[in-house]
């Protein structure tokens, strides 16, 4: 648990260690013993693996997350495009030598987490699994009920600087606040909610498109 002192308090635990095996069930029974995907999983529930390396990859570095559900995870609606969608492409981008200092973006009503994010920098290129982008994002909404937000191009890191994200994700939930960060691997389905939904959240996100990161 942080030891900092924060006005908002904390309201989750966490399983702790980096690099680590960890295991949970939200009822007693539900995990699978000896294995990871039998034919008929306890209580009726769908197994799926969440994986960010390759089958290929050396036991030792397997980054996977094998997750039991009352429903799959391919129940959903029919995907439709969106106005405004965070990509990370700098073909638009105006590149000059000059020193710059952006003013803080405004908070615009009515923006959820999907379309609050504005790349400002980037490097290499997602489809080659190589570089970065970084963004500002200001939000002054929740993301709607039922709706989660999916990246397939790299992982995020996400740096408060003020308004705390209480982020749902697909291993649970994790309250951010500013002096803290947060990483969301790549192909994890979150939801960002505003903490109480008073405050507007503001901060930073650093996109990694290569391998992952690690304290």
């Given amino acids: 648990m942080p030891?900092?002192?924060?006005?908002?308090?904390?309201?989750?635990?966490?399983?702790?260690?980096?690099?680590?095996?960890?295991?949970?069930?939200?009822?007693?029974?539900?995990?699978?013993?000896?294995?990871?995907?039998?034919?008929?999983?306890?209580?009726g529930l769908y197994a799926e693996k969440i994986s960010g390396t390759a089958f290929t990859a050396p036991r030792a570095q397997n980054?996977?997350?094998?997750?039991?559900?009352?429903?799959p995870s391919c129940t959903h609606t029919k995907f439709s495009p969106m106005d405004a969608v965070p990509v990370s492409s700098h073909n638009d981008?105006?590149?000059?030598?000059?020193?710059?200092?952006w003013d803080p973006f405004d908070?615009?009503?009515?923006?959820?987490?999907?379309s609050a994010l504005r790349q400002v920098a980037g490097a290499g290129d997602p489809a080659l699994k190589t570089g970065v982008a970084y963004y500002i994002y200001a939000a002054d909404e929740s993301m709607p009920p039922r709706t989660a937000f999916y990246n397939a191009d790299g992982e995020f890191l996400i740096v408060p600087q003020s308004?705390?994200?209480d982020i749902e994700t697909e291993m649970g939930h994790i309250l951010?606040?500013?002096?803290?960060?947060c990483v969301i691997?790549?192909?994890?389905?979150?939801?960002?909610?505003l903490y109480d939904n008073i405050e507007p959240i503001r901060g930073y996100v650093l996109e990694l498109f290569q391998g992952h990161f690690e304290l």
């Fill in 3 to 43: 030891v900092s002192q924060f006005p908002i308090p904390e309201k989750y635990h966490y399983l702790h260690g980096l690099g680590s095996n960890h295991e949970t069930e939200a009822k007693q029974g539900a995990l699978p013993i000896g294995q990871n995907s039998p034919q008929k999983a306890p209580f």
């Fill in 185 to 193: 691997p790549r192909g994890l389905r979150y939801r960002v909610n």
């Fill in 93 to 101: 981008l105006c590149l000059t030598p000059n020193q710059l200092r």
């Fill in 107 to 114: 908070v615009t009503k009515g923006t959820s987490w999907v």
């Fill in 176 to 181: 951010v606040r500013p002096n803290e960060i």
């Fill in 163 to 165: 308004g705390a994200l």
């Fill in 63 to 71: 980054r996977q997350a094998w997750v039991y559900r009352v429903l």
